[in-house]
């Protein structure tokens, strides 16, 4: 007979993977949205936005006119003048998943800053986004959900003229949440298309692998569970001294659910990445390393055979786990 604390639990944690999964859809959003408008001048604009906002979507700004179209956000970033410098520091989150029926929403706080092309003054402010989000289309599951609806409103005014690049640090963002979804949703193909196919250097401790080992690394992983989320924290980011396309990411992809107990799991991955910037969709991911934090010895007993054996030859010597991981 089963346990009602079991049935509880699945529905907790399915309602955790539902919130999870929408917030990874948003977070993937809002920071290309902040890239976007950080190097309009060398990113594909038009195909940027069409997988982001809605042809219909609707903005309303403290400054300027509003926006009634995809087409008018367009023009609006077309009309930036070409040497002004921007940056979107994404500061917090709230966020609240749809419900039957309704659009999900969520709101930013970000703090702006620009520089004036012609009189170099810094302006800084902080600003609040309340937006609305349609589902992503059904039919394709590596799409992301579209904004539909922004109204931006000013919460602060900084006098500071100090103005700090926030590029990297969103697009960085943008991928990783964007990997995740790929991950969750069994879109092997699409997520080998952000992999950089010709300096490619994947590692887990002491294994260089093609990408199919690798997405069956990471799927092995996921297969611990019978149900879980999955969610990035810990994001730090750093651009290689004297090569502008290049930035190095580390971060922590984190696991939580129910195993094949149905006893709450986490399983805790550090990630290395050096992403390249080629100013397409998504940086290419050139260099991916990867270490087991924390994976408990449940884990283990819910495998057998050659799952059994991969997974414990990854925890199973600590010494080699410290000498090989990057974190």
């Not at 949205?33 to 219909?56: K, P």
């Not at 921007?86 to 609240?96: D, S, T």
């Not at 996921?222 to 290049?246: H, M, Q, R, Y």
Request: net charge negative; glycine share 4%; hydrophobic share 35%.
């Amino acid at each position: 007979m089963e346990n009602p604390l079991d049935r509880v639990a699945v529905v907790l944690v399915k309602k955790r993977v539902v919130e999870l999964a929408f917030e990874n859809n948003v977070k993937a959003l809002i920071f290309s949205w902040c890239a976007l408008h950080e190097r309009f001048t060398q990113l594909q604009v038009q195909s940027y936005l069409d997988g982001i906002v809605t042809e219909n979507i609707q903005i309303a700004r403290p400054f300027g006119e509003p926006s009634h179209s995809r087409q008018g956000v367009l023009e609006r970033i077309q009309s930036l003048p070409k040497d002004s410098q921007h940056a979107h520091h994404v500061q917090k989150f709230e966020i609240r998943r749809p419900n039957n029926g309704q659009m999900g929403k969520f709101r930013a706080e970000i703090l702006y800053q620009a520089v004036d092309s012609i009189t170099g003054k810094v302006i800084n402010g902080v600003l609040g986004y309340d937006a609305k989000v349609e589902p992503h289309d059904s039919s394709d599951l590596s799409s992301l959900a579209k904004i539909s609806e922004i109204k931006v409103s000013l919460l602060d005014r900084l006098g500071s003229n100090y103005f700090e690049t926030s590029y990297h640090v969103n697009r960085a963002n943008s991928v990783i949440y964007y990997w995740i979804i790929l991950l969750q949703q069994n879109q092997k193909e699409s997520m080998e298309k952000i992999y950089d196919p010709n300096q490619r250097d994947i590692q887990h401790q002491t294994i260089i692998d093609v990408f199919s080992e690798h997405w069956d690394w990471w799927k092995e992983l996921e297969s611990v569970f019978i149900l879980c989320s999955i969610t990035a924290n810990n994001v730090t980011v750093n651009v290689k001294e004297g090569k502008e396309d290049e930035y190095e990411v580390r971060f922590s992809i984190h696991f939580e659910g129910l195993n094949s107990e149905k006893k709450p799991q986490e399983t805790v991955i550090q990630v290395y990445w050096v992403l390249h910037e080629d100013f397409e969709r998504w940086p290419k991911i050139r260099v991916s390393r990867n270490s087991v934090k924390s994976l408990s010895s449940m884990d283990l007993e819910s495998h057998s055979g050659n799952k059994r054996k991969n997974l414990q030859e990854v925890v199973s010597d600590d010494a080699k786990i410290q000498r090989n991981a990057v974190v």
